[in-house]
């Protein structure tokens, strides 16, 4: 299913010990790095769910991990003055706008604390922590280990995911663990929400939110399929995006696919890809009866309740005094900030990708397939972009970074021997 090149990236070394390698050969700061990524992305990307509530604000440990990052972020970020450039204008051009217009309605308009924290934590305090402080870290892991600890945290999102979604329609529950898979504040609600679909449940996994989910993975598939070896976890990938049973992900691993496919990462002439595809679609035509849908649920008009939305249209200067961004993220930020705003709350979403499409012949594997989980992503995003969801943008953000991602620092170590 990967391009004919991508196994050269991922080279010889077995998946399991690229990451011993790198352990072994990292001086102390390097592991230090590596812990630390390590850490970010287990609880962002296997585990983004697992904490509690404080007052009305749900905690998860991946929050706290990237707050804990932050700080050592910044303090290192002055000593070596190692600044990422396009991150920084990207911070600067578009999030920081975006995050003083919310200040102003925030003061203007009132508006409840809540409201205020949840948006400005999207825009403001996770492309600050992403962007301008940790992305220049990025370029002291080699691509091959970063690729690698994705590979092992998709692998057990998709493990789990799927060992749910077999069990619930047999017993009727799912595997929660409080605390770890779910915020022990939202145990046992899930089957309060609209997840049920026939005898199904959506496939959760560790997101307890099947677009959530889905919307996640159409971010990271592509870099999981440039450094997966095992062709069986890449179709169990695409088997647990399809159980998602949301249209927005199907029609997001359309776009991810013939993005892929326009990009070279996959070649049009393997027959893995084609049964892939076929097993996808298959997959598919054998859920949609048994859910007990019909082509008028396929296609619906109601576009799943989203119509109801337009009801509560303002186009304005600078938007309604409400903030909210639902399902349908483009609307949502028209609506929120306006035809001045606008533009600026866009700009945090598609900078990345316009400035990968403008410097396309210099991107290196991972950061084409970076591009093309974004894009995949900002398809989906038309219709449930589960914006301000933990942790659809902490990844999101995560995944921009590696699309600015220059490429591995000369260090004098032996680090330089894994493939970056």
């Known amino acids: ?29 390097q592991k230090l790095l590596l812990a630390g ?45 190692n600044l990422a450039v396009q991150p920084i204008i990207h911070f600067g051009l578009f999030c920081l706008p975006v995050s003083l217009l919310i200040v102003v309605k925030a003061v203007v308009y009132s508006s409840p604390p809540s409201e205020t924290v949840v948006y400005l934590t999207v825009f403001m305090a ?7 402080l940790m992305a220049p870290f990025l370029e002291d892991l080699p691509a091959q280990v970063i690729g690698t600890i994705f590979v092992w945290c998709i692998r057990f999102t998709v493990a789990w995911g799927l060992m749910n979604f077999i069990l619930y329609p047999f017993i009727k529950n799912i595997v929660q663990i409080p605390y770890i898979t779910v915020n022990v504040a939202d145990y046992g609600t ?36 440039l450094y997966e070896r095992s062709r069986v976890w890449m179709l169990l990938l695409i088997a647990a995006l399809v159980c998602t049973l949301s249209r927005t992900v199907w029609i997001g691993m359309l776009a991810v696919a013939g993005l892929m496919m326009l990009t070279g990462q996959v070649n049009l002439r393997r027959a893995s890809l084609w049964g892939g595809i076929v097993a996808g679609l298959g997959l598919i035509l ?78 290196s594997p991972l950061r084409k397939a ?5 894009g995949g992503y900002l398809v989906a995003a038309m219709s449930d972009g589960a914006f301000v969801f933990p942790p659809t943008m902490v990844l999101f953000y995560l995944v921009t970074g590696l699309l600015y991602r220059r490429g591995l620092r000369p260090t004098g170590t032996n680090w330089n021997r894994i493939a970056s």
């Open 126 to 132: 996770m492309p600050l922590i992403m962007l301008v």
């Open 190 to 225: 899930i089957f309060l929400r609209n997840n049920t679909r026939g005898p199904f449940l959506k496939l959760l996994s560790t997101y307890n939110n099947g677009n959530l989910y889905g919307d996640c993975m159409l971010m990271l598939a592509p870099i999981y399929f």
């Open 286 to 363: 054998v859920l949609i009866p048994a859910m007990g849908w019909t082509a008028e649920n396929v296609v619906n008009a109601q576009l799943g309740g989203r119509i109801r939305s337009f009801t509560t249209f303002e186009l304005t200067l600078f938007g309604r005094s409400k903030l909210a961004i639902p399902e349908m993220v483009y609307f949502g930020m028209l609506n929120s900030f306006g035809v001045l705003g606008f533009p600026f709350a866009l700009g945090t979403l598609f900078a990345g990708p316009i400035f990968a499409i403008t410097h396309f012949n210099q991107l």
């Open 370 to 374: 970076a591009f093309c989980g974004l």
């Open 37 to 81: 990524f390590i850490a970010l992305c287990l609880f962002n990307l296997a585990l983004p769910k697992g904490g509690f509530r404080l007052l009305e604000y749900p905690v998860t440990w991946g929050y706290i991990i990237l707050a804990m990052l932050a700080v050592p972020a910044a303090v290192n970020l002055l000593v070596r003055g």
């Open 1 to 29: 299913m990967r391009a004919g090149g991508t196994a050269g990236v991922a080279g010889n070394a077995r998946t399991g010990s690229i990451l011993g390698q790198a352990w072994r050969s990292g001086a102390s700061v």
